[in-house]
């Protein structure tokens, strides 16, 4: 609703999949059914190539797209992800891998547009991305790994906790951080969008810590 302030159908379709990610969550967690796994981890690979998309066109001119088959180039590269992913559903270590390694790509392709002497990427996108990956690297997967090896103790331990916070584990953190790192991360290249198109703008914070973009232009009218 507010971290769109181009107003281009990139951002609002990147943050409808981080949506998806939520409620198949929600729905996996709270049912463990196979279908809400799949609504749950597939949109976290649709969310890549969303990134993807973002970054490739950071810099292009506005309905002047650098890649005008890479959208459909995109869904078809969804599908075929969601056919392997269907294939070998049972075998979690192939997601695993498979998401592993393209956020790797992601964020070594990402370092290096945001990081390039020949633009003008601003300190405040350089800041998202860096808050991006230290709550998904530095926090969320630490965090992950822990919840994972220690599942038994953990689980024992979350169940005597007193009243809201009864089962509540070192998973909930992981969550968080990993949802908190993709808005984050769909910030980042809507800032770097915004300097490359030369539009002013500044971040708040709602809540105090979720950064949203707006236009100066947009906030003083």
């Known amino acids: 609703m507010f971290n ?6 990139r951002h609002t379709i990147s943050y409808l999949v981080l949506m998806l990610i939520g409620i198949g969550s ?3 967690h709270g049912t463990l059914q196979w279908i809400f796994q799949s609504s749950d981890e597939l949109p976290m690979l649709y969310l890549i190539n969303c990134l993807l998309f973002l970054y490739a066109e950071h810099d292009a001119p506005q309905d002047q797209p650098n890649h005008p088959y ?5 869904v078809g590269v969804s599908l075929i992800s969601t056919l392997i992913y269907y294939r070998f559903q049972q075998i979690y270590f192939v997601f695993l891998t498979i998401f592993t390694s393209e956020i790797i790509a992601l964020t070594i392709w990402s370092y290096k547009i945001l990081n390039s002497k020949d633009n003008r990427i601003s300190l405040t996108a350089k800041n998202l991305f860096k808050l991006s990956n230290f709550n998904l690297i530095c926090v969320g997967t630490p965090v992950w790994i822990f919840d994972m090896l220690n599942c038994k103790r953990v689980i024992t331990f979350s169940n005597k906790l007193p009243g809201f916070f009864k089962g509540l584990t070192p998973h909930v953190v992981w969550h968080f951080t990993a949802g908190f790192a993709a808005h984050c991360s769909i910030a980042t290249v809507c800032c770097a969008r915004m300097d490359e198109l030369n539009i002013p703008y500044e971040v708040y914070n709602i809540l105090g810590f979720i950064p949203v973009i707006k236009t100066k232009l947009t906030k003083d009218r």
């Open 70 to 74: 890479l959208p459909l180039q995109l």
């Open 4 to 9: 769109n302030p181009t107003n281009e159908t």
């Open 26 to 28: 929600a729905g996996l």
